[in-house]
């Protein structure tokens, strides 16, 4: 009994001296200077974190029916409506109503290219490959809000024009 | 056995056929009238009681499951705050396809008792049952609880997006759709659509 006492007595001395030297050495070091605080964060915004800053105007989603221009020939369209509501589950898949084989006639809408049906082996199948199940995966609406940041890409037509300037 | 039930159904009927002694005419005439309105009001009353969306979702079956779905569609919140209630979709506004639809819906209580739908698991089996019965009734009355809200006639069709303003025009001007044809799940999940047309 005696032994085992003396045992806990000095496993408690050990573990507060590990507590003591896992302390922040630098805890009485002063403060670093507050610095300006950016980023792409759609939360914060930028504002310091003592700040809670005014939530901006939400983004419409663009509704015009117009295709846009791709950045490059794989580039996956941007969707030109809004899709509110549409369902893409395991029962249903909303867009494939519009954009299946069976359905752009009826809709006047672009029917899902080719690759869609091909599996990895670059086998066509008779449906939309399940890979392509998920429409949302690679297609998005385009909505008002600003920018966050710069941008300078260049598409290739005006990467050979410029080439051929030089 | 048989001849005393006979008797007993020609006293009765004797009875109801011979003049009234204590009461007047005009009291009978009257007191059934009123009688008439009290009991037709009341049915009336417990009629409309049963057509609120409070009494659709006091059954969890509905609450759970299609009440919940409905809240994030455009039929719960929108814009401009007009709602769609379950009754606006589901009950007929003319007397006669109420009364039928209602009839129809005491089905609906054995299946609330034996508990057809009472999880989850259960309701997503019978959904597509379901939802083929509200399909086939919008489909063959041309959307009649759509177009007690919205009508064709007074569609803007240059305030609507470009393609369902054409869309609209080219099927629904023309007759050979109706909204229920295109516009399945507009509030509630869909069931399994495989097979089932959609356009």
């Not at chain 1, 898949?93 to 899902?112: D, I, K, L, T």
């Not at chain 2, 299946?111 to 939802?131: C, H, M, N, P, W």
């Not at chain 2, 109706?178 to 659509?193: E, N, Q, V, Y």
């Amino acid at each position: 009994m005696r032994a085992l006492l003396r045992i806990a007595v000095v496993l408690a001395l050990l573990s507060g001296a590990f507590v003591l030297s896992a302390q922040d050495p630098e805890s009485s070091a002063p403060a670093p200077a507050p610095t300006e605080y950016r980023s792409l964060d759609a939360l914060r915004r930028g504002a310091p974190l003592e700040v809670e800053p005014p939530a901006p105007p939400m983004a419409r989603v663009e509704n015009r029916d117009l295709r846009r221009q791709r950045g490059w020939p794989e580039q996956p369209p941007t969707i030109p409506h809004a899709i509110d509501g549409y369902q893409v589950t395991t029962h249903a898949n909303r867009c494939m109503v519009c954009h299946s084989r069976a359905g752009a006639e009826q809709f006047q809408a672009p029917m899902v290219s080719v690759t869609h049906f091909m599996d990895r082996d670059g086998q066509v199948l008779a449906q939309v490959s399940p890979r392509r199940y998920f429409c949302n995966q690679c297609h998005v609406v385009q909505t008002d809000a600003p920018a966050l940041v710069g941008n300078e890409f260049l598409d290739v037509d005006a990467v050979i024009s410029r080439q051929r300037e030089r | 056995m048989a001849g005393r039930l006979r008797q007993r159904v020609r006293s009765l009927w004797a009875t109801l056929r011979s003049p009234s002694v204590h009461f007047s005419l005009g009291f009978l005439t009257l007191g059934g009238f009123i009688a008439g309105i009290i009991f037709w009001g009341g049915f009336n009353t417990a009629l409309e009681a049963t057509n609120t969306e409070r009494f659709c979702v006091s059954c969890h079956e509905m609450y759970d499951n299609v009440f919940e779905e409905l809240k994030p569609t455009i039929h719960y919140t929108n814009r401009s705050g007009v709602r769609a209630t379950c009754p606006d979709c589901h009950v007929p506004h003319d007397w006669t396809d109420k009364i039928a639809r209602k009839m129809q819906a005491s089905k609906e209580v054995w299946g609330k008792i034996f508990g057809t739908i009472s999880t989850r698991e259960r309701f997503l089996d019978q959904r597509l049952r379901l939802a083929q019965h509200e399909w086939a009734r919008l489909k063959a009355n041309d959307s009649l609880e759509c177009r007690n809200c919205h009508n064709y006639d007074y569609m803007d069709f240059t305030r609507q997006s470009p393609r369902a303003g054409a869309i609209h025009e080219r099927w629904l001007g023309s007759g050979e759709r109706t909204c229920i044809d295109c516009h399945k799940g507009i509030a509630h999940g869909l069931p399994d659509m495989a097979g089932v047309p959609q356009g």
